[in-house]
């Protein structure tokens, strides 16, 4: 008999719920991570009475009452209302767009005012054939102009009229005065930091930090008689078929001698000159006090293996090589592939935790 049921490589959301699961159902479990702490992305240091988001910013929504409930049985969260901010070259603007944006655009004080100002400035390209002219559509050209263009193009490393069009489906533009990023019910981020979350899951679990899986892959499988993977699906395969490509992101941290840097918690970068897109100011998701601010500032750059793998590129390429990967792993019955890396697909926190459950449930059925 083997002396763990499960090995779980990574400590990320994915295998911490599902470590807790199985330990709640009696199964020994033992996780495993390649970075020295545990949380994955979702990963929070405290620096000095300030709780540093130190993978970017990171807030919990969703509309989903049980999902909420479930996280917040484990860690209580204080409501968080994600209110960007865009500088467009020292122009401050709401978003996402609404009222308040329009007002600040064109002085336009209702929204029978604020409709008819953006149909003015729309381009009505019949067939868009590039994100340009799918944006100067859909959102007219002030809007694209100063909040759309130089973020956009600055995130993909490309000019918008070298982007396809299907990247923007549409624009939401809100016809009301109100600043609140997301539609979800709940919204809100764990007191002291996510952390708390991940301490909670793994409570009474065994956590060895600072191990890397496939640098003693066979020792460790023959410690659990199931294996649940949360790296890279391609990295498990040696990249026998190559290799999947993803986007990622440049933190850049500052520590300032003042209270408040910026005054809100997400500045949008909305010019193309300004090589960073976002700056984050940690101490305001969570009303942290103290006489000093640490603020980050991130730059969109393109992955090679040096970097950590963030977004997948679910283009065709991409999901083809994915699915051929997926083919493969029918012949690792004894492995569940899970979470952003695993499945090579983007998910929100609430829909990470929600796709471990359902595997949690087909596991233990
Ligand atoms: P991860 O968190 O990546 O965990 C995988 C773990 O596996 C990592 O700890 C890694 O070190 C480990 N690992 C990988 N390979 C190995 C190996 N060979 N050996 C040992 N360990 C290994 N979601 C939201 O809901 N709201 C947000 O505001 C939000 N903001 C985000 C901002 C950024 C910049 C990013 C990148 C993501 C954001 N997300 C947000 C998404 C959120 O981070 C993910 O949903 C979540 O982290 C996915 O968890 P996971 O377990 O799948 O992956």
Not at 92 to 117: D, G, H, S
Request: hydrophobic content about 35%.
């Amino acid at each position: 008999m083997k002396k763990y049921d499960y090995l779980i490589v990574g400590s990320g959301l994915f295998g911490s719920v599902f470590a807790y699961e199985a330990n709640k159902r009696g199964k020994k479990v033992l996780v495993i991570d390649k970075r020295d702490h545990i949380g994955g992305n979702c990963y929070t240091k405290n620096e000095d009475g300030i709780v540093v988001h130190v993978y970017g910013a990171h807030i919990f929504h969703t509309s989903k009452l049980d999902t909420w409930d479930y996280v917040n049985n484990l860690t209580p969260f204080k409501p968080f209302i994600n209110s960007p901010i865009a500088n467009y070259k020292g122009e401050l603007y709401n978003l996402p767009f609404n009222m308040n944006t329009f007002y600040q655009l064109w002085k336009v004080k209702t929204p029978q005012e604020a409709l008819e100002k953006i149909q003015s400035t729309r381009v009505d390209y019949k067939d868009p054939k590039n994100l340009e002219e799918q944006a100067l559509k859909l959102a007219g050209k002030d809007i694209y102009e100063k909040l759309i263009k130089g973020y956009t193009e600055k995130q993909w490393g490309r000019d918008c009229k070298d982007l396809p069009s299907f990247i923007i489906k549409r624009v939401p533009l809100r016809m009301t005065f109100d600043n609140n990023y997301f539609n979800d019910t709940y919204q809100g981020i764990p007191f002291g930091g996510y952390t708390k979350l991940f301490e909670a899951l793994l409570k009474d679990i065994e956590v060895r930090l600072n191990i890397d899986y496939f640098s003693n892959k066979e020792e460790l499988d023959s410690l659990a008689d199931k294996i649940v993977y949360t790296g890279p699906i391609d990295a498990f395969f040696n990249y026998s078929l190559g290799k999947l490509e993803y986007r990622t992101v440049e933190f850049k941290n500052e520590r300032h001698n003042i209270e408040s840097y910026q005054g809100n918690a997400v500045v949008n970068y909305t010019d193309r000159e300004t090589p960073w897109t976002r700056i984050i100011e940690h101490k305001h998701f969570e009303g942290n006090i103290t006489d000093f601010t640490i603020i980050s500032k991130e730059y969109s750059i393109a992955w090679d293996e040096s970097k950590e793998p963030y977004y997948p590129v679910n283009d065709e390429k991409n999901s083809t090589l994915f699915n051929k990967y997926l083919e493969l792993t029918k012949d690792t019955p004894n492995v569940i592939f899970g979470g952003r890396l695993g499945q090579y697909k983007y998910y929100n926190m609430d829909q990470v935790i929600e796709v471990a459950l359902d595997v949690v449930n087909k596991e233990f059925r």
